[in-house]
């Protein structure tokens, strides 16, 4: 009876993508066939997003490939023409986001990310609490420019060899103090590295080279030694993926909603015939960069108190200290010199920030003033954030990996060898990613033409009566629990065209409610299967789901606090 019961849910679970798929085709069809006259293109329109809502959340086919379904479905059931929803795949903020990735490609390719984490981590020392602000520190400073999936898995590895070297360290330490009997046995453990490639599926990212590995490793008899152990390999794998969500909201590139954000309301802004929104690098940056930067402070003194309690005060043994830090020290100096390939890349890197922030800056005229011609763009400034992003990126393709070898400079035949590769790009950019952002700005293209987000919009009139404050708590809430069970641009491709609507019908201004949407999209702490940050620190090995929801629940509250704060003061200014 067991064997049959385990036989049927083996069989339900393998063919999960057949038989989801029919319900969520079938279960909502009376909104597509049965509908008051006046309301036809929203109720159709409500359909489709109900079944790709459904298919998003269950998975049941990768998530890239659901984001796919507007291109037929909103034909099909007669809401927009094909060549509409097409066109919405691709935009200005698609092409910002394309050269955001390949710029972090050549950060990888020549493992200039993997200095800029060892250099923090020798800068911090081996204080406990200290190795864990130089953990959330390094992650949080490469979300800034990369999405929040590679600086996860970029920082992993060096985390778990910290984990180990203190483990040696502090093992040695009781032998050698203490003459404890050590006691060696064989554990299962997760040894996790990054390949070349992380694979983007479902709209999530997993690396390929996830391992089992049974390693030998020494543990005390000392149990309580090896429970601080254990606490601190937890703190610093939270730190890692907590550090990448927050600093993920520092930059508009950081993370797929804000750029959701800057598309919505770059279109609603047009609408109005302006040519741009308030919404830019640099405007974004002055309001998410303290945002950010608070919500890691915090979330640190958090994560300390929480693993280490009141022991993260005290001092740290002198001859421990100094032997984790000779181990960073030790991995760092085996980097060597920076190479030739790493130099270009922090040149291209900085000129990249440098164009952003000074392309329309508050009360100077940026660089964009050079490009306005009178007759075309009604005067305006023909460049805008992807411009410089997309043409730093492409030179990537041309600068050298190393000093190249041409007209007898050096001894041998003539090389030339370009820091990206085509056929590198092509095998491990996520292209998941793109699709899933477009099928979000088909999604919204849909309901802005069918009236779908007016019409909620205008649902919600009584929420007017509410104060404002109360309006965006409850909103943060809403969105900070759904990023729980949808994946973070899904999220927000949902909720923010109805934000936009629910605002202008009740009369205050919509980035009001929809930043704040917006930063609650990358409150996904409470669960491995939330975003690919806590799904790749859950796979280390040390962590459980008790332990995600125990951080993760007070770090949400702590999320929403400072976002509350953040619109309710800087933003407004």
Known sequence: ??????????????????????????????????????????????????????MWLTEAIPIPVTSLFPVFLFPMVGVAPARAISSAYFSDISMLLLGGLLIALALEETRLHYRISLYVLVLVGAQPMMLMLGAMVSTWLLSFWINNTSA????????????????????????????????????EMRDVTVNDSSEIQNGRTRTKSFQENIESHTVFKDKTAEKEYKALAKALCFCVAYGAFCGGMATITGTPPNLVLKDVVDKFYRDYNQNESPITFTSWMAFGFPLSLLTMIVGWLWLSFRFLGLSCFKKMDPDTKAA???????????????????????????????????????????WGKLFIDEDVNNGLSLVSDSTPCILLSTLLFILPEKRPNLFCWQQGSPSYTPILKWQMVTKRLPWGVLILVGGGFAMARASQLSGLSVWIGNLFRDFARQDPTVMMFVILIVVGFTTEVMSNPATAQLYLPILRDMSVSIGINPLYLMIAATTACSFSFMLPTAAPPTAIVFATGYISIPDMAMAGFPMKLIGIAMSMLAVNTWGTW
Do not use: H
């Not at 057949?18 to 509908?35: E, G, N």
């Open 1 to 54: 009876m067991r064997n049959s019961l385990r036989n049927i849910v083996n069989t339900l679970v393998a063919t999960k993508c057949i038989w989801v798929t029919f319900l969520a085709f079938v279960l909502p069809i009376k909104l597509a066939t049965d509908y008051p006259p006046e309301l036809k293109q929203e109720s159709k329109c409500a359909y489709v997003i109900i079944v790709m809502a459904v």
């Open 152 to 187: 996860t898995a970029m920082m992993i590895p060096i985390i778990l060899a910290v984990c180990e070297s203190v483990r040696e360290v502090r093992a040695q330490s009781v032998e050698e103090s203490e003459s404890k009997t050590l006691v060696t046995y064989e554990v």
């Open 324 to 366: 984790i830090n000779a181990a960073i020290k030790k991995r760092a100096k085996s980097l060597g010199r920076m190479s030739f390939a790493e130099s270009q890349v922090v040149v291209v890197f900085v000129s990249m920030v440098f164009f952003w922030l000074f392309r329309n800056p508050p009360n100077i005229d940026g």
